[in-house]
């Protein structure tokens, strides 16, 4: 399942930040731009509204083939009872070494899990190790190093216990950079005075190094300069609006799970000549 290739909540997070610091705009007053259909966020109208208007990529899509150490996860998804384990491959190996429990009438999948981890510790082949899963009770990780980073895992039983892969050992990693533009939009209403949009988008600007773009750096966004900078102050009415637009270059990255040619067969057949 591929993931977000950009941390957008963190990216809006910094933005919206920015305009109520640098602009002096009350914190709930500063509003991400949401669907139409989920409707307008509870609280007071808007003061600045964020939203993203522009997504253009730069290059053709980049690939880049890596070695990495691979790490399977093999997760107990039924009640017992049942064999519970893997045929374990190591390296280019054939042969599989069989590691499983016998899981009792009743046991539940952390429990059976838990159990497998043991026999699993004490089985693997060197260079091989095996440690519980913090976010699932019920998971192991399988993991190589870098003198034995390529194995295989096929599950005793499948109605029992599934494996995954979630570091392949050749992982094709996607690279595309963008350019993004942000729009801030400021509306002020008469008791914040006609100038106050114009105050805030000047004062956006000059502290956006400040408050803005040191912090886009560690999400992969780099400044790109300002599209647009419109203050507004109708004549004939009371409220004052403006826009900013503010442009960042940056790389949207992927990863494809590519599986590794363990074992490879060739049958030559010859014929005498006649």
């Known amino acids: 399942m591929p ?95 069989r590691i499983s429990i016998v899981a009792g009438i009743g046991d539940p999948p952390a429990v059976s899990a838990a159990a497998l981890l043991v026999a699993l510790q004490g089985a693997l082949p060197a260079g091989y190790t095996a440690s519980a899963d913090g976010a699932d009770p019920a998971s192991i990780l399988i993991d190589g190093t870098a003198a034995t980073p390529l194995f295989a895992s096929l599950a005793a039983d499948p109605a029992l216990l599934t494996v995954t892969t979630p570091m392949p050992r050749y992982p094709v990693i996607l690279r595309l950079e963008h350019a993004v533009v942000w729009r801030i939009t400021v509306r002020a209403e008469a008791v914040a005075g006609p100038n106050f949009a114009a105050n805030a988008i000047s004062k956006m600007m000059v502290h956006r190094r400040s408050w803005c773009d040191q912090y886009m ?50 049958t030559l057949t010859s014929a005498a000549a006649a």
């Open 217 to 266: 750096y560690p999400i992969g966004f780099r400044p790109a300069g300002t599209p647009q900078a419109t203050p507004f102050v109708p004549p004939e009415r009371d409220e004052s609006l403006g826009t900013l637009d503010i442009r960042f270059i940056g790389l949207m990255t992927g990863a494809e799970a590519t599986t590794a040619m363990r074992v490879a067969g060739l």
């Open 3 to 97: 993931v977000n290739p950009v941390d957008w909540v963190r990216a809006e997070d910094v933005i919206a930040n920015w305009a109520y610091q640098a602009g002096d705009i009350d914190k709930d007053r500063v509003r991400i731009q949401t669907p139409r259909g989920q409707g307008e966020a509870r609280g007071p109208a808007p003061q600045a509204t964020i939203s993203l208007v522009s997504l253009v990529p730069l290059q053709t899509q980049g690939r880049e083939t890596q070695a990495r150490v691979m790490q399977q996860r093999c997760t107990v998804t039924a009640v017992g009872p049942g064999e519970v384990g893997v045929d374990f491959f190591p390296g280019h190996s054939q042969v599989p070494q």
